[in-house]
Antibody, heavy 121, light 106 residues
Framework: QVQLQESGPGLVKPSETLSLTCTVS????????WSWIRQPPGKRLEWIGY???????NYNPSLKSRLTFSVDTSKNQFSLKLNSVTAADTAVYYC???????????????WGQGSTVTVSS | DIQMTQSPSSLSASAGDRVTITCRTS??????LNWYQQKPGKAPKLLIY???SLQSGVPSRFGGSGSGTDFTLTISSLQPEDFATYYC?????????FGQGTKVEI
């Protein structure tokens, strides 16, 4: 059974870079697409973007200028970097998995437990 | 971005009740509509995908319908473990977007 686990600092200072890693266990990172989704306190879920196992990316335009995703297939991990953070980036960050066929893509069906990140000095 | 609007934002119900939650999108998404359940402090759990397909392991009391811009999640007989917040999500076009959530409480 595939499991995802987010890791990274829980506290980031304003203007600095938020870095998170998601480790995939119980299965391979290959042949899937890997999303980042966040949820600010008391707010709706926000889709940040995805990276495929080949390294292709799709970023939410609202965050694109500050975002970088990467994937390390040898470690079964993928990562997120969000720079120039502000208090508005305070949220629970989730990593999740979905798959695609030639005609369509599934929704995110496996999620990590979430990592709480607070932006504060 | 495709805007997602759920109604109601919250509802009170009792065990055994039939519950209906609706989700409306700002443009047609065919049947690329998914429903998630989220409990406090937990990650969302996929219930329904492609508007009406039941995710493996999800009880059959959960059902979904709709196409285009109007969708419905129905819980046929509410159980105590169903008290949670429910979100719709469109996966028709990036960026994927979510509704604001519907909190189902006693």
């Amino acid at each position: 059974q595939v499991q995802l686990q987010e890791s990274g600092p829980g506290l980031v200072k304003p203007s600095e870079t938020l870095s998170l890693t998601c480790t995939v266990s119980g299965g391979s990172i290959s042949n899937y697409y890997w999303s980042w989704i966040r949820q600010p306190p008391g707010k709706r879920l926000e889709w940040i973007g995805y990276i495929s196992y080949t390294g292709s990316t799709n970023y939410n335009p609202s965050l694109k200028s500050r975002l970088t995703f990467s994937v390390d297939t040898s470690k079964n991990q993928f990562s997120l970097k969000l720079n120039s953070v502000t208090a508005a980036d305070t949220a629970v960050y989730y990593c999740a998995r979905f798959s695609c066929t030639t005609t369509s893509c599934s929704p995110e069906d496996v999620w990590g437990q979430g990592s709480t990140v607070t932006v504060s000095s | 971005d495709i805007q997602m609007t759920q109604s109601p934002s919250s509802l009170s119900a009792s065990a055994g009740d039939r519950v209906t939650i609706t989700c409306r999108t700002s443009q047609s998404i065919r049947t690329y509509l998914n429903w998630y359940q989220q409990k406090p402090g937990k990650a969302p759990k996929l219930l329904i995908y492609f508007a009406s397909s039941l995710q493996s392991g999800v009880p059959s009391r959960f059902g979904g319908s709709g196409s285009g811009t109007d969708f419905t999640l129905t819980i046929s007989s509410l159980q105590p473990e169903d008290f949670a917040t429910y979100y719709c999500q469109q996966s028709y076009i990036a960026p994927r977007t979510f509704g604001q959530g519907t909190k189902v409480e006693i």
